[in-house]
């Protein structure tokens, strides 16, 4: 059996005993044999980790550098300050701490971060006509400023990283042919691209962007007419009273591109928005009373939060695995969505395994989510509609988004009423305890939701001042369940273990929505539904990584810029899996959300590689999977993961 890493420290006399009594409020009780310093936690790895590229010290090689930890965060470490409040730091500390600067990186998001796109590091590209084999010659000409010539594109070409490739292999045909950083599991004697004619069959990813409603989009050729009827009467103060009415306006659809029914020889989905051309049938011309909507009944069941940037679709796949019932895409703002925005339509993509889908809009004025809620309704398939009433970050609240909905009522009331008007799915809201510290909104806007026409609200136990500085209010959630009533109410926060979450069961909440937890240890869903504390090992842990960039090769490609776009998704996700402590290492049980991991050294290394902080341990690990880093790679997390206090 290997020699596990802390039996290797006491072997080499750094073992000393740093008992559990020597650990500050805050952090997370580990048995004392795995305790180490952070000097000795580095030089372990370094240690272990010499049979890495030799590259890695070699001139140009920003990542070596602790990119992972602002100076604010490495102050507080190193001197030992638990981040707990009303403790005093130390002098020197508590000095450096009073410089602005320093105590306004210390939180947040790293908004100065170098921000690279994976097309850099494909320079020399080949023209897509060429790579998708078209028999038609290349529309720009001699003006294409790709390449031609697929032979000087082999010279320039990075070394393959693997001899399988995932997307041939799964779907019987790579798309990316020559230009796979895989190709040599599927190219010919003569360069050309093999196909599995028995395996062949579609990816199975729903709610594309069709290029023609894109291209209408962007012309501003769309009309909305259910919209724009929706918002006349809201403009003429006709607002929806608590009972749905029995009698909904019928919009007359035959003179409506909108309402024309889809014919069997258009190819885009159902109720496009687009001309088409078929039999007119009753769906076409009559709108569903509120009372007849489908009904969204999720009640215990695990909700797997919308989670910007790491809650992709090929970690929603991750989470299905283990036992998530909903899913919901990250985050789109609704104009990026009417202005047929690529990468905001790729947010709403849903593969076959979410039974359950949702998305998720932010948007501040009630013409533009109206809108966009129509365009969903008729352009994608989905469970459920959420709004974002929670996002507190500036950007989205100072144009009066997210969590400012909820000090402007009157927008917010229009928001909603005209987006339940418009849609045939069930609409919910995600909101906050309120705005400000200690003062709670929600318990007064559930009822006026409830009247609104919302099927569900998800209620995060913080405010928007409040961010992670403090534990979720499930004593306020709990008093918020009976304001709601007889609405669903779920609630979110601070749910990192099976007796978390059946504690938050008990506050009479219809369901939880688990996020950051979902993040730390995405078998948290598995650990809820059987209702135990699962000792994962880092190797199985590895599989799981290795799933990710599986699923995401699928999803964003298997050239150079998938295989970049799916690292830097790798590496924001392992920014938030090193907080995780193994369960055979702690104390006492369970970890709880809020206590940061201090120094420790795992049983093996790869369990010890998983719990640095850095960000060059991160990267040595997607090599571990990807391959190595292009030239000059640099990767600095979104989050700062500061969420200790």
Not at 315 to 343: H, P, W, Y
């Amino acid at each position: 059996m290997a020699q596990s890493a802390a039996e290797a420290l006491e072997e080499s006399g750094g073992g000393e005993d740093l008992g559990a009594g020597a650990l500050e409020p805050g952090v997370a009780p580990i048995k004392p044999r795995y305790l180490t310093t952070k000097e000795k936690f580095h030089e372990f790895l370094e240690a272990r980790g010499q049979e890495k590229p030799s590259r890695e010290t070699g001139e140009g090689n920003h990542y070596v550098r602790d990119l992972a930890e602002p100076e604010a965060k490495r102050i507080r470490m190193e001197d030992g300050q638990p981040g707990q409040p009303g403790e005093s730091p130390t002098e020197e500390a508590a000095e450096r701490l009073e410089q602005p600067q320093a105590q306004k990186r210390a939180r947040g998001q790293n908004k100065g971060r170098p921000h690279i796109k994976p097309t850099h590091y494909d320079k020399n590209r080949l023209c897509p006509s060429l790579v998708q084999e078209s028999a038609a010659k290349c529309f720009f000409g001699d003006r294409c400023r790709f390449l031609h010539d697929v032979s000087c594109y082999l010279e320039t070409k990075p070394a393959d990283l693997g001899p399988r490739c995932v997307l041939f292999e799964t779907y019987g045909r790579c798309p990316y042919g020559v230009t796979c950083r895989f190709a040599g599991a599927h190219l010919g004697p003569k360069g050309q691209n093999l196909v599995q004619e028995e395996v062949v069959q579609a990816p199975p990813v729903r709610n594309s962007l069709d290029k023609a409603l894109q291209q209408q989009l962007r012309k501003r050729k769309i009309h909305f007419e259910r919209a724009e009827q929706a918002l006349h009467q809201l403009g003429k103060g006709h607002l929806p009273g608590p009972t749905p009415s029995a009698t909904v306006p019928v919009v007359p659809g035959v003179e409506s591109a909108q309402q024309a029914p889809l014919g069997p020889c258009t190819g885009t989905p159902p109720s496009s928005p687009m001309q088409t051309c078929g039999p007119l049938t009753d769906e076409d011309i009559v709108r569903l009373r509120s009372c007849e909507k489908r009904r969204l009944d999720i009640t215990g069941k695990l909700y797997l939060a919308p989670l910007t940037t790491c809650g992709n679709l090929p970690f929603r796949r991750i989470c299905k695995r283990f036992g998530a019932d909903v899913t919901c895409g990250e985050m789109a703002v609704c104009t990026n969505l009417l202005q047929g925005q690529t990468s905001e339509w790729a947010l709403l993509k849903r593969h076959q395994c979410e039974d359950i889908f949702g998305v998720q809009l932010e948007g501040a004025f009630p013409d533009t989510m109206t809108k966009c809620a129509e365009l969903l309704n008729r352009t994608i398939e989905v469970d459920f509609v959420d709004i974002n009433v929670g996002c507190p970050i500036d950007l989205v609240y100072k144009k009066g988004g997210g969590c400012a909905l909820m000090n402007r009522s009157a927008k917010f009331q229009q928001i909603v009423c005209g987006m339940n008007q418009v849609l045939d799915v069930p609409l919910t809201v995600k909101i906050r305890t309120g705005v400000q510290d200690r003062v709670n909104l929600a318990h007064r806007l559930l009822p006026k939701l409830r009247d609104w026409g919302a099927a569900l609200v998800t209620l995060h136990g913080r405010s928007r001042e409040q961010r992670y500085t403090k534990l979720a209010d499930w004593q306020y959630i709990k008093q918020c369940v009976t304001a709601a009533s007889p609405m669903p109410l779920f609630g979110n926060g601070d749910i990192l273990s099976y007796e978390d979450a059946n504690c938050a069961m008990q506050t009479g909440v219809a369901g939880i929505m688990i996020a950051r937890g979902a993040l730390l240890k995405p078998w948290l869903f598995t650990e809820i539904k059987e209702q135990r504390h699962w000792d994962i090992s880092s190797s199985e842990r590895l599989d799981i990584l290795r799933d990710f960039t599986n699923y995401g090769l699928e999803h964003w490609g298997s050239d150079t810029q998938g295989v970049e776009k799916t690292r830097r998704f790798l590496l924001e996700w392992l920014s938030f899996l090193c907080r995780y402590v193994p369960v055979g290492l702690l104390e006492r049980l369970p970890q709880r959300i809020n206590e940061r991991p201090p120094y420790y050294l795992g049983r093996d290394y790869l369990e010890t590689l998983m719990a640095s902080q850095k960000a060059a341990d991160w990267i040595h690990i997607s090599e571990m999977l990807l391959g190595p880093v292009p030239p000059n790679f640099v990767f600095v997390p979104k989050h700062k993961a500061n969420a200790y206090k």
